[in-house]
């Protein structure tokens, strides 16, 4: 039977109606909630201190003032503090909270809209179903102590978010916490919550949209401004929430549209849309936006939520390009037309009359949007309206260029525009071509010339050859990481032997262009390491191809083994990610993690070496997720952008007694290699960032195997790409067996001659010099209570 | 043709137009007053970033190691300098700044923290992200002679152009 | 019977448990719901375009730079777009509904935390009683279309709250919202949130801690840093949520401490408590919360949340003070001592071992600050700590000065202090004692001393006799306005016959120190409007006094009838304020209010002439209230330092279409004068503001006797303090009947002469001239679906 | 005694030490530059703040008002103004900002907007916001010549002395 959340009368119970909120399973009843579940702000205080401890938060501000409130501004340069008595490092950190909480709301908000609109269509009681996995929502039952079996079993779990989000960015008013490390508790906190939001979000899609379920040989997706087909009426979606655009897809299919129009997305919606209908075609990542739009192709532009620029309204109606907008959190000052008849609506769009409706009756979407596009696609095909230059145009424009430099200061990356304006003039336009990918497209530029060259426009002018041939593969979000993988490989993780997990995601803030996260996952791939990608950073991995131009996808099987390469899915996906850390816990070592986040971020940080990547993060939702990841024990590196979030966890290895740690089978301490080195940290290049990311899989828990690989790889790539033999790789050596086997003579040498280790060279041991030996029985542990016959 | 007169404080804008911190901004400096600067410090330490690839500029890092300011190769600019046989310490620049701002740390040298941070051949962004910890939070000189504004420094280059940079650069050297 | 939020098991269901979560009565079943019932944020977004097309936003950044994300910080100088394409004006909006959001969250959260307290002393089915009442909860019925009947029915009020605040939220990450107007939308949307989240978190305390419920009379209480006896050991708490500091009362009213102890409130804390009992003193409001540590009278300090200053334990620690937290919101790095016994505590803090400590159990609480305070308090007074210098350092130090002025431009209100210092030195205090009161107590200045001069520690010598003096009186909060004061007083309002409610409220930032407020409430009051303060303002307000030694509360009794002064209670006593205009609605006027709130806040704009003063708000609390008050048509003045909010609410009235109205009787539309004229506006001076007020009384349905009054104090008014009769004057003007008594010929002929008016001389009466007429039963309203006949 | 040379751009950092809005911060200018700025104004504004109590500024504001530049009294100051027998109109101040902004608006005397905003006597951080909003949304021309820097004017005096701030404005009304 089932009882749906309702109102309903008991005999005998006079004048009184009972509100069932949610029907509660007996299994769930039964389930141990656990030490801590829905944890408020300060009952994870005491873990976060531990790790705010060895992993000092190191502030940049972007700005060294305040101006939160009206006794301000403050001015807060040199630690001082402002009219309230807030410091430097404290306002800095509540900075941080605040934008990480934003990203927190981001999610969380996009999840409870998302809930709303498929409980209305699925009702309450739609089961969840992710896959080949018991542990359905690791994350949930991790924080919540609960094990949803329905959709409906997370209203609970968003209105504790919904609560705790209140209660945090309460705090960000003046006048509340003055100390920065509790801010920072707050601000991991907000990660925490962050991980849940999306893990919520994700799997109610999953489960009523029937996109892939733990699947690893997911289709291949067209991607690549060169991969749509313009002479078709061109249907552009951007943004990050199915709700609407499933509407669109669902009526487009039941009346054969697909053939008629393409239909394109970019920003995270893309992913999702591919993953509800593969015949969906991917733009790119938010960094195409601005540039997809002024190529004057899209036809119809609808928007639903996160990433979509500010000014799509005024660009697209700048080209007649109408724009449907379909949630609260982007309306653009349009008119409300859910009540509208669609013809009345398709009327004033084509004629003009409106620039762009807002709709909310998402049946009137999904029919309006193709309809739409399949009247604008002939008339603006017609006109041809694009914001790009011709050819003389665009010669006429690079000569007027005046080599002034304000451009150049203007644009985010210092990109040497006036020099391409220069060589364009000349007739050159492999500087353009070079400066295309590098380019973000934000636009910024258009603002400062002095000459009023519209440069964002020229440089896709000038870039047009290559743009064309901007097509690429990726392989569907598959989603979760089902219990059999893990069971599969956990093993591998926890022991070293793969040597780790990189997680590549994140936005396409990138220094220097898409190529490096290519290289770079390519590097990684030949090594074995395990590649998960989602979000804007899955598709740049995918729009870059090798000689033989097949691309990482092609190239790269998508099962959660050492050596693969798995696209998850959309940004909401990354939950998954960091829930794999807790499946390896729950499954491989058997860990109960029911409401008990302390112990199971525990057990990550010691054992299991996988690392976030967010080369070009730009987004608040990109710093909680690493925020959360952080308080879960996986340390994340961002790109040279990163300090502009203001705050790192920097460890310091030098530091000895920060790294002193418990055995839990008799509490004995044990000083311990810095591994991880840092949890939060930042690189400069490519370059710097591939030794990195190897030194961050170290893991107290390797076996001398593991370790072995993980230190070949560490120095290898080091010798590559550094030029050097790191300085530190003798610390993570506990043995000889820990050694690179084709170094290892080598390396002993090295050890006695340059740090003084005793060897005993007839059996090529070690005798004296390490800071510990290997134990394999060794229980790493920061976490007093986990020691076994600790009282709490 | 007579050599323009070197001033290397003008055009001292913010290179990134909105990198405006506060009320606290870089003197723009002379390139003759920053080699003073820098001959003066105590415990001088040079950070290089992965911007070298300037024609000039490893040969200027290159003299003035061999003046005895120790180098810090932050990013991936040591293999660059170990090409040119350049001592150097790898090491992160984020990193580096939460050392520097610890007085326990005992440098690359275990003879205790610096005193002075000459920034050279950074991602202008990244950088100046980083001198913005020390500024705020440490009491060491910070001195950019790279060859954009850093307002995060308490000494800084203008805006120079190339050919001036690599001139000033010179000068700077011809102080130590 | 009653039914407790329970699980339990009914028979034949197997495996199944029901979860109640909220047992409604059938009365609230049968209520009706209303047009919009918990709104979402697009549902009320006609009604917020209404009032921004009239009341047209205007921005003044404080920053021209924005830096939420690694894209930036962008340039946004000249309404130039950042890199994700949001403009200044969009921006600026963005962050105003985010700093506002803040102030939303901090009240709810606090609202939160409190009926998670009190609910687990008192229980779910604790009745709501907020004194002679009907109508108790105006806002939750007129926003939620429920009528709470006791504390768990704001349960799903708080759920509402908390999810459209993450919504909100949400809306502030990059590549959301990109239009100015919708921002503000969402911005008047948080408002309206936030006037419920304080009426939830006030209506249960009154309810349940046997505050004054709507009483007139209630008594009287010391206020001042002089009416402190520093002989006694002093216990000091400071903030907003009364929920641990209930537990001390309690604990000293059991152990009758009250004669041994003096327990003392800073903010709004201090309000609260002597609403729960009034042995409670009130040292001031935030202003002095750096000067009273710094004196070193308290000898404990008890935190809980909101407007503490941040450097509190700092502060305190270097006068040895310790400092209990009792709030996820501040726990200032302290180590969590919940579990410990409170003996041991006492036992650290005394030693000195720790500075203070962090405590969630408030029997604990209750406990331990009383007795520590009798401990810490012979201690203390022996070893005479303070931080003020004695006499001799006072004139080292004033002489020390070097007058080069880096303190003025530290100091946010540019004091001179320099030239005080230089008086000082001389032997004249004069100086200092002016500053003193102007001095908002920010500490700023003793940053910026390149003489290392502890400028605020100075002042405060030098004011030393003038403080000693600082005793005065404050009626204590008496909560809502009941309903048999709105029967009585609600159709003067509406006609305009009581020439309006003036609201002064919100925080201690003034320009020109506090006697300000002071005197605008005075000539307010001697003008026979009705006074309501809360806050920091309330207590202000009582500092001073008439010749006769007497304060303003004193001098006027607490009924809401004209020419009286009422202290509402704290910030979250505000709620009653704004919901005061509700119960006219309904009470008077008969409007259903259930779920309708555009309805109604078309009334209050039309027809109430309530004007909020908020001039010396600093917070984001107060910036929401104000927005919320708007939202509802409520008119805000705000003081100089308002502008850094960085939004106005302008209306232009020489723009005349923008002033037409509709009949509701017929859905004609009459052109009408500009009233209210603003809905969010600052001045400069007190001068500036009287006259101000009293324009911003005027509404459409006053009628000519109401008219006449306003009429008069307007140009009374503009006349003492301006100078000249307004040039605005006639606009108001519909009949002869409209003008004052006294002036009429006079005015009549200014008619003629300068305005080109027909008079009829004979009959005095105006012929030709006036906008529009008066009609008794003309029905003003912005609204069409209001008019009569129209479908919806 | 000789006269100091009036150097009215020294010292121009905002009065408020954070008061550093960005990028665009007011051109520092001489007394006599003021002056020639405003009487090339076509349209100039003078706006007049409740600040005028100090010795000489009402003397100033006549002989502008009697060179012909519109008055318009913000805050209280028409009282003053009114006893000095100086024509102007009482307007707030963030009210007559929000009609600067508007294309449609008439001005004072219902020949239209104008072009040249000129600040004088006016509490300090108020008027520097209502700067703000000119500076970012409107062409108009916003000359302070207050006593202290207002970075959100295109120009502006330093903070001077209160001598010298008279004699600045006896310069200005030299030019007109
Ligand atoms: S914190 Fe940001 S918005 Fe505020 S003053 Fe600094 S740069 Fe401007
Ligand atoms: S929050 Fe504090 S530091 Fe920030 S502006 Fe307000 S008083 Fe200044
Ligand atoms: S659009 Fe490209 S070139 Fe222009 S400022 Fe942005 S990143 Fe630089
Ligand atoms: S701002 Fe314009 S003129 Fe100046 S370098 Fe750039 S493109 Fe050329
Ligand atoms: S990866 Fe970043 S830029 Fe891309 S859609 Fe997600 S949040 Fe936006
Ligand atoms: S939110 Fe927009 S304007 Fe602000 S820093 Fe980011 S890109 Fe720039
Ligand atoms: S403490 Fe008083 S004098 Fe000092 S800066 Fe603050 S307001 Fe000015
Ligand atoms: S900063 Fe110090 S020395 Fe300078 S005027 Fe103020 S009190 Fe005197």
């Not at chain 1, 540039?291 to 119809?300: C, E, H, L, N, T």
């Not at chain 1, 097509?471 to 219990?483: A, E, H, N, P, Y």
């Not at chain 1, 040597?499 to 996260?517: F, L, Q, R």
């Not at chain 2, 000459?118 to 705020?136: D, E, P, R």
Request: aromatic fraction near 6%.
């Amino acid at each position: 039977m089932s009882i749906k959340k309702n109102r309903f009368t008991i005999e005998n119970l006079e004048n009184v109606q009972i509100n069932i909120g949610r029907v509660v399973s007996s299994h769930e009843a039964k389930e141990s909630e656990g030490p801590t579940p829905a944890p408020e702000i300060h009952d994870l205080r005491d873990w976060d201190m531990k790790l705010l401890e060895r992993y000092e938060p190191v502030y940049s501000p972007v700005c060294d003032m305040c101006c939160y409130c009206t006794y301000g501004k403050c001015d807060l340069t040199g630690n001082k503090e402002g009219a309230c008595g807030i410091d430097m490092e404290a306002h800095q950190a509540r900075e941080t909270m605040l934008k990480g909480l934003t990203g927190t709301a981001a999610h969380s908000a996009h999840g409870r809209h998302l809930l709303n609109n498929l409980i209305e269509r699925f009702g309450e009681d739609f089961p969840i179903d992710v896959g080949p996995s018991n542990l359905k929502a690791p994350l949930t039952q991790t924080i919540m102590g609960i094990k949803p079996e329905t959709i409906g079993d997370f209203i609970p779990v968003l209105d504790y978010i919904e609560e705790q989000i209140t209660q945090l960015l309460a705090t960000a008013h003046t006048g509340q916490e003055g100390s920065a490390l509790d801010f920072e508790s707050k601000a991991l906190h907000a990660g925490m919550l962050d991980h849940m939001g999306m893990e919520v979000a994700d799997i109610i899609q999953v489960s009523c949209l029937g996109m892939p379920k733990s699947q690893e040989d997911t289709p291949l997706v067209d991607i690549g401004m060169g991969s749509i087909d313009s002479t078709k009426p061109v249907l552009l979606c951007i943004g990050h929430n199915i709700a609407a655009v499933a509407y669109i897809m669902d009526y487009m299919e039941e009346h054969d549209l697909f053939d008629k129009i393409e239909l394109a997305g970019l920003c995270c919606t893309a992913h999702d849309m591919t993953r509800y209908n593969e015949n969906a075609k991917i733009v790119g990542p938010m960094s195409k936006q601005l540039k997809y739009i002024r190529s004057g192709i899209p036809d119809v532009i609808v928007v639903d939520e996160q990433c979509v620029r500010a000014d799509v309204l005024r660009e697209a109606s700048k080209l007649h390009i109408p724009v449907i907008a379909t949630n609260d959190k982007i309306m653009y000052g349009l008119s409300n037309r859910s009540k509208d008849e669609v013809d009345d609506i398709i009327q004033d769009l084509i004629s003009g009359d409106q620039q762009g409706a807002l709709l909310f009756d998402y049946e009137k979407v999904g029919e309006l949007a193709p309809r739409l596009a399949l009247k604008m696609g002939p008339i603006r095909k017609e006109m041809g309206i694009t914001a790009l230059p011709d050819d003389e145009e665009f010669k006429k424009l690079t000569s007027s260029c005046s080599q002034c430099g304000a451009c150049v200061i203007g644009c985010p990356n210092g990109l040497d525009i006036d020099k391409a304006m220069e060589a364009a003039a000349g007739g050159d336009l492999t500087l353009f071509e070079e400066l295309h990918d590098k380019c973000n497209g934000c636009g910024r530029c258009d603002f400062e010339c002095p000459k009023g060259i519209p440069i964002l426009n020229v440089i896709e002018k000038g870039a047009l050859k290559f743009i064309r041939e901007e097509k690429g593969k990726v392989r569907i979000g598959r989603g979760q990481i089902g219990d059999p993988e893990i069971r599969e490989e956990g093993r591998n993780l926890v022991l070293g032997t793969t040597p780790g997990i990189i997680a590549i995601v994140g936005c396409p803030n990138y220094p220097d262009g898409s190529h490096d996260i290519y290289e770079i996952a390519e590097e990684m791939l030949q090594r074995s390491y395990i590649v998960v990608t989602s979000g804007c950073s899955a598709m740049d991995l995918g729009m870059h191809k090798d000689d033989e131009g097949k691309t990482l996808y092609e190239r790269y099987s998508g099962r959660f083994i050492k050596g693969n390469l798995l696209n998850i899915g959309s940004c909401v996906s990354n939950a998954h990610i960091s829930a794999t850390t807790i499946k390896v816990a729950a499954i491989f070592a058997g860990r109960d993690i029911n409401g008990n986040f302390e112990e199971i971020a525990d057990y990550v940080l010691n054992r299991i070496g996988a690392v976030g990547l967010a080369w070009g993060a730009y987004s608040q939702k990109a710093l909680t997720i690493g925020t959360g990841c952080n308080r879960l024990g996986i340390p994340v590196v961002l790109g040279p952008h990163g300090p502009k979030y203001r705050r790192a966890y920097l460890g310091k290895p030098y530091n000895k007694d920060k790294w002193n740690m418990m055995d839990a089978r008799d509490g004995s301490v044990q000083n311990v290699e810095p591994a991880p080195e840092h949890m939060l940290i930042s690189a400069e290049t490519k370059a710097e960032v591939m030794p990195m990311l190897a030194k961050l899989c170290f893991r107290p828990s390797d076996n001398n195997l593991g370790r072995m690989i993980k230190l070949t790889h560490y120095i290898e790539m080091s010798e590559k790409y550094l030029g050097v033999l790191p300085d530190d790789w003798y610390i993570y050596v506990r043995s000889e067996a820990d050694l690179p086997l084709a170094k290892k003579e080598q390396l002993l040498k090295k050890l006695e001659e340059e740090h003084g280790w005793k060897i005993d060279w007839d059996k090529k041991k070690i005798l004296e010099g390490p800071t510990r030996k290997v134990d394999v029985s060794f229980q790493p542990t920061n976490v007093p209570r986990l020691v076994k016959g600790a009282t709490e | 043709m007579a050599a323009k007169v070197l001033d290397t404080t003008r055009n001292a804008v913010p290179f990134d137009r909105a990198n405006v911190p506060g009320p606290k901004m870089a003197k723009a400096v002379q390139a003759e007053m920053a080699g003073k600067l820098i001959s003066k410090a105590k415990r001088p330490l040079l950070i290089i970033g992965s911007a070298i690839s300037e024609e000039g500029i490893v040969d200027v890092i290159k003299s003035m190691a061999e003046k005895g300011i120790p180098v810090a190769a932050t990013g991936s600019s040591l293999k660059r300098l170990k090409d040119e046989g350049i001592e150097a310490s790898y090491v992160n620049l984020h990193a580096l700044v939460s050392y520097l701002k610890d007085p326990n740390w005992k440098g690359f040298d275990g003879n205790g923290g610096y005193d002075t941070a000459i920034f050279l051949g950074h991602t202008y962004y990244y950088a100046s992200q980083l001198m913005s910890t020390l500024k705020n939070f440490t009491k060491i000189k910070i001195i950019s002679i790279d060859r954009h504004y850093h307002p995060n420094a308490q000494q800084s280059f203008g805006n120079l152009k190339p050919e001036d940079f690599i001139r000033a650069l010179d000068v700077v050297i011809a102080q130590l």
